[in-house]
Structures are given as C-alpha cells and as structure tokens.
C-alpha cells in the first residue's frame, strides 16, 4: 500500500496543489485519485495565475462561467470544494450559498447532502493593506474585525437554514 492511500485509509484528505486543465484533460488527475488517493485540488493565487496565463485551456470557460454557480454544480455533483481567498463576508456568504444550493439540490435528488467543503476568508490582507495608514492602536485590528463580521453572518445564515429546515419538517 502507498503511503498516501495508507494516509487516506486512516481519514487524511490528499489535495493536489495544482489546477492545471490538462490534469483532467489527459487523465492524470484520475490516476492520483486511483493510485494516490488524491480526494481534491487547491491552489494559491500564484498556480492560479501561472495556470490561466500559460494555457489556452481556460479561456472558453471564463467567458461562460462564472464561480459561483460552479461552486454549485460541484457540490451537487458531490465534489468537495475548497473556496479560498475570500475577502469579504459578502463573498463568504455568496460562497456558502452557492454550497448549500448545490446540497439543497442533492436533497431533492434523493442523494446524501454531506459534500465536505471548505470556504477560507483571506483575514491577513487586510491587516496588510491598512497597515501604514493607521495609527498603531488599530494595527492588527481590521482583519479580526472582518472575521467576527463574517463569523456573525455565518451563524445568522446557520440559524435561517435551521429554521427554514425546521418549518419544511413541521408541514
């Protein structure tokens, strides 16, 4: 057994640093989940970039579509998804909607709505964008000030979900 399917075996996920197209495209991404029990990709905007500017392959895609709706249709397709450099609780929040879209869809589809995701909100950036042009008391202060923003939109959106859920069970 290799080492990263005995990682898997015991519940570690294996993500793939990369997103490069020809990865699908030419089958490699199925031989790592075959073989190496890769379970999803991530990147950084550096790969990201890389990806997009040194290959034709994306460029029929970003003109028709857009990420939220393939947040959606990834979920719903039961792929887990890890949504990062959110900087904002607005994009959180439209991130997590188009998550729970994509499990209210599996629900109807009489399929298990568990698809293990994650979404990330880029804090830090923050920090670093202000960080000369406040006076020293509030250094370090914005991108906490922009998680517990998001933290409490998070759990708003939790307590609706629950209460909607709630009120469909009761009918």
């Known amino acids: 057994m290799k080492g990263t399917q005995a990682l898997h075996s015991l519940g570690q996920s294996i993500w793939l640093d990369n997103i490069a197209r020809d990865l699908l495209d030419s089958g490699t991404l199925q031989r790592y989940i075959d073989e190496l029990s890769v379970t999803g990709l991530t990147s950084n905007p550096t790969i990201f970039d890389h990806a997009i500017k040194n290959s034709p392959a994306y460029d029929a895609a970003i003109r028709e579509k857009e990420g939220l709706p393939a947040i959606e249709e990834a979920v719903f397709a039961g792929v887990a998804i890890n949504v990062t ?87």
Not at 107 to 112: E, K, M, N, Q, Y
């Open 85 to 171: 450099l959110l900087f904002s609780r607005e994009q959180y929040l439209a991130a997590a909607e188009a998550f729970l879209r994509g499990g209210e869809r599996r629900i109807d589809a009489g399929l298990d709505p568990g698809v293990g995701s994650v979404a990330s909100v880029f804090i830090s950036r923050w920090d670093s964008a202000v960080m000369s042009k406040v006076p020293d008391s509030l250094r370090d202060q914005l991108g906490i000030a922009i998680a517990k923003r998001t933290y409490k939109a998070y759990r708003a959106l939790l307590a609706t979900k629950s209460a909607a859920l709630k009120a469909t069970a009761a009918h």
